[in-house]
């Protein structure tokens, strides 16, 4: 199993600003995932993020908007810049652990 | 891009009747996972189905993967208050990332 913790749990930023959100896991993996989860609606995926490489980014995500790091094999991070209203959403990192896949608690932000 | 598609968007049930959702890809899938989300909480990791037809149960929970990898569904028999929360499938085209359906969001009405 994997336990992941994210830091902050929630924010609220102003428009314009840049928030970086810290994923870390309790075990050495090799994927990290990074998705989004607007109020009431699914996730959708936005990078997958491999310790020593450039992440990769899904179809409507840029590095430049959600730049991630990923220094080592239980850490990663995703910075979301300069950001309007239509980046609140909550965001989770995940990972697989065997055949599993786990879920960190989310980071609750909120732009205005 | 890929999608995978979830039906219903909701169920209302009476405690006891059953219930199903169902996924499917218009792409072959390598595998496809299940989750349940209460709310206010994250997804919570059910299943991993991975070979054509497979069939697993979890007590009240069964779940199948169709022949051709491109469906999915889960099913609860006899529902309980327990069984609220939205079920997601998360299906893969490379055994690595997942794209989650849209959710299938369960009431049930003690």
């Known amino acids: 199993s994997a336990v992941i913790s994210q830091k902050p749990s929630r924010d609220i930023c102003q428009r314009g600003t840049s928030l970086t959100i810290q994923c870390q896991v309790d075990?050495?993996?090799?994927?990290m995932f990074w998705y989004r989860q607007q109020p009431g609606q699914s996730l959708t995926l936005i990078a997958t993020?491999?310790?020593?490489?450039?992440?990769?980014?899904e179809s409507g995500f840029v590095i430049d908007k959600f730049p991630i790091s990923r220094p080592n094999l239980t850490f990663s991070t995703l910075t979301v810049s300069n950001m309007s209203p239509e980046d609140s959403s909550i965001y989770l990192c995940?990972?697989?652990?065997?055949?599993?896949?786990?879920f960190g608690p989310g980071t609750r932000l909120t732009v205005t | 891009g890929q999608q995978v598609m979830q039906i219903p968007q909701y169920q209302h049930v009476q405690e006891g009747e059953d219930f199903t959702t169902y996924c499917n890809s218009s792409?072959?899938?390598?595998?496809i996972q299940w989750y349940k989300q209460r709310p206010g909480g994250h997804p919570v990791f059910l299943i991993q189905l991975v070979k054509s037809g497979e069939v697993k149960k979890q007590k009240r929970l069964t779940f199948q993967f169709g022949e051709a990898k491109k469906n999915s569904s889960l099913h609860i028999t006899a529902t309980q208050t327990t069984d609220v929360g939205t079920y997601f499938c998360?299906?893969?085209?490379?055994?690595?990332?997942?794209?989650f359906g849209s959710g299938t969001k369960l009431n049930v009405k003690p």
């Open positions: 998360a299906g893969s085209f490379n055994f690595n990332k997942f794209y």
């Open positions: 995940s990972t697989n652990a065997g055949s599993e896949q786990y």
């Open positions: 075990s050495q993996v090799t994927m």
């Open positions: 993020a491999n310790q020593g490489s450039e992440a990769t980014y």
């Open positions: 792409t072959t899938l390598s595998n």
